[in-house]
């Protein structure tokens, strides 16, 4: 038997549950409360987080909570799944980054507070979920004209370092990073992820996600990413499926426009995860007055691999996100 209780509601085993939990009353009078699907398997075991849409735009892993939580087999599932598809439905409304009440990106404000922002009131609850867990996968990327496909693995302390980097690579795509942030680390604090590792809990940032078609089945891949991750955890049946070469990189270049204007991409999404020589024409910047080409993004590195990349022609600000991409030559190689 395997009965657990999970933010107050005990289950049986092989037991399914829809849980909300409360944050606020908006100013229309709508209650805001979190989702939380709970599904226990039949034998006992870790639990396991699994949370997505912190930002509005990127829902991929909304989808991949879904594929899941449909296929995964109560009978074989050691422990407690316990998924967040939709952690901000606010700005999931408004296909926002930032949660427009307040314009301030939860995936900086945890662990927020009850008598904070609106934001704020909103990370506290989310962030009450990580006692309950052992392991987090946290989804972001894939707003529309995008693609990004790789796992973030932030830095811990000893032996939950180590756990990270183990579960991290089970998960099983080709790509990781765990370099500097992009920019001052004082800008990237306040995530869910540095939050449950200040618990000494392992977690990982999935970096997946698509707002176009992509020439593999990203959904399919990340779900067998998280029975990869449980089967690692004792959670499930198996061995974790992992391709046979898997790149650490510690240098990632991320290349933003100088002008606005038109971005005229000259590489398409069958590019993501691949690699270009130094020197690749990635894409033009063309004047909508003129219609001249007033910029040329190319690729920095000897071994430049596409990580986050733009794949449509769209109108760009100056400074915009174009592409996240990998030094190859910076990377530690797992061979299995």
Known sequence: ?????????KLGSGERAYITLPV???????????????????????????????HGDAYTGMQVIK???????????????????????????????????????????????????????????????????????????????TAINYILMKKAEGELSDRILELGLAYGLEMYYNGAPAGPAAKYTGTLTDYMIGLGKPSIVAEIGAGTDLPFDQIALSAQGVFNVMRKMGMYPGDPIVPKTQYL??????????????FVPAVGFDHLNKTVPQGTLLAQILSPLTLEVI??????????????????????HPGDYAYILGDLASAEQFHN
């Open 295 to 316: 910029e040329e993004i190319v690729a920095p590195c000897e071994q430049t691999v596409f990580l986050n990349m733009r794949g449509y022609a769209t109108k760009v």
């Open 67 to 145: 594929r899941v939580l449909e296929t995964a087999d109560v009978n074989e599932l050691c422990g407690t799944i316990i998924a967040v598809p939709c952690a901000n439905p606010i700005a999931f409304e408004w296909d926002s980054r930032n949660t427009p009440v307040d314009m301030n990106n939860l995936n900086r404000n945890f662990p927020g507070s009850p008598k904070g922002w609106f934001t704020d009131q909103l990370a506290d609850v989310v962030c009450s979920i990580c006692s309950e867990a052992d392991m987090l996968i946290d989804w972001h990327g894939g707003s529309y004209g």
């Open 1 to 9: 038997m395997a009965e657990t209780v999970v933010l107050g509601k």
């Open 24 to 54: 606020t009353t908006m100013a229309s009078g709508y209650r805001l409360e979190v989702p939380v699907h709970v599904l226990n398997g039949m034998k006992p075991g870790p639990k396991i987080f699994l949370n997505a849409v912190s």
């Open 249 to 262: 990189i510690k240098k990632r270049p991320l290349l933003r426009p100088k002008n606005g204007g038109l």
